[in-house]
């Protein structure tokens, strides 16, 4: 049996927000893997004129066509492309469903404000352009518009009411130091989903890039071994 993977990155961002994790399963599996790259994203951002239908109809249409080639299929959605890849989980038959960092809530002010805080340190000390934090950050707070950002909000209004209506294995992995998205956000969506077989994996030094923690390749490792592993007793697990 043929398995796709399908994944979506997330806001502001591109393929390469989850391309560490892309890498690994490709060099442990004969998957076919595809990331596209949502309208208005990528190395350059023109978001003046997208809407969250356009994004989610991006993702759709990747979707389908993978549907073509493969037998069965995956979907790993980070950040804004978790609450895509539930919208679709729960449109389509999909095999799993692997959501990281997803941004069914947004904006952790105590973290935020820390890494904020780190940023002015590495001012004064003159090390601002190797903070990673900033590197990712200062352009897209410059190149996002207003509208782009309220379009993000929609989507999760969106797709919210939906979550209890997904079934299928869902596996959750959530950065504890994520200042996008409050690492409480992965039990909301553990709570709320209504897939029988789930799992958190909860790192404890994660940002939300969470596929470029320091322990990332702990969950790298877990991850594939719930999307392989056979459908035993379904249980929710919960690994801190």
Same mark, same amino acid.
């Given at each position: 049996?043929? *398995?796709?993977?399908? $994944?979506?990155?997330?806001?502001?961002?591109?393929?390469?927000? @989850?391309?560490?994790?892309?890498?690994?399963?490709?060099?442990?599996?004969?998957?076919? +893997?595809?990331?596209? *790259? /949502?309208? $208005?994203?990528?190395?350059? !951002?023109? /978001?003046? %004129?997208?809407?969250?239908?356009?994004?989610?109809?991006?993702?759709?249409?990747?979707?389908?066509? !993978?549907?073509?080639?493969?037998?069965?299929?995956? @979907?790993? $959605?980070?950040?804004?492309?978790?609450? +895509?890849?539930?919208?679709?989980? %729960?449109? &389509?038959?999909?095999?799993?469903?692997?959501?990281?960092?997803?941004?069914?809530?947004?904006?952790?002010?105590?973290?935020?404000?820390?890494?904020?805080?780190?940023?002015?340190?590495?001012?004064?000390?003159?090390?601002?352009?190797? %903070?990673?934090? &900033?590197?990712?950050?200062?352009?897209? /707070?410059?190149?996002?518009?207003?509208?782009?950002?309220?379009?993000?909000?929609?989507?999760?209004?969106?797709?919210?009411?939906?979550?209890?209506?997904?079934?299928?294995?869902? &596996?959750?992995?959530?950065?504890?130091?994520?200042?996008?998205?409050?690492?409480?956000?992965?039990?909301? @969506? #553990?709570?709320?989903?209504?897939?029988?077989?789930?799992?958190?994996? #909860?790192?404890?030094?994660?940002?939300?890039?969470? =596929? &470029? =923690?320091?322990? =990332?390749?702990?969950?790298? %490792?877990?991850? !594939?071994?719930?999307?392989?592993?056979?459908?035993?007793?379904?249980?929710?697990?919960? +690994?801190?």
């Amino acid at each position: 049996m043929k *398995t796709g993977v399908l $994944g979506i990155h997330g806001f502001t961002g591109g393929p390469y927000e @989850i391309q560490p994790f892309m890498d690994y399963l490709q060099a442990h599996t004969d998957w076919q +893997i595809v990331v596209p *790259t /949502l309208p $208005g994203h990528g190395e350059t !951002l023109e /978001l003046k %004129n997208v809407s969250a239908e356009s994004w989610m109809m991006a993702a759709e249409q990747a979707l389908r066509q !993978l549907q073509k080639e493969v037998d069965r299929i995956i @979907i790993v $959605g980070f950040s804004m492309g978790g609450i +895509i890849a539930m919208y679709l989980a %729960n449109r &389509y038959p999909i095999h799993k469903l692997v959501l990281l960092s997803a941004a069914a809530k947004y904006i952790y002010p105590a973290q935020l404000l820390q890494d904020i805080k780190d940023m002015i340190k590495d001012t004064v000390t003159g090390k601002l352009e190797e %903070n990673t934090l &900033y590197k990712r950050y200062s352009e897209k /707070l410059k190149d996002t518009p207003f509208p782009a950002t309220l379009e993000f909000m929609r989507l999760v209004r969106i797709v919210q009411p939906y979550y209890g209506q997904i079934t299928v294995p869902v &596996y959750i992995v959530q950065g504890k130091k994520d200042g996008i998205v409050p690492y409480a956000t992965a039990q909301f @969506i #553990y709570d709320k989903i209504g897939s029988l077989k789930k799992e958190i994996v #909860y790192s404890e030094s994660g940002k939300h890039h969470i =596929c &470029y =923690c320091d322990d =990332c390749e702990d969950w790298f %490792n877990t991850a !594939l071994l719930f999307l392989t592993g056979e459908e035993e007793e379904e249980r929710p697990r919960v +690994i801190n």
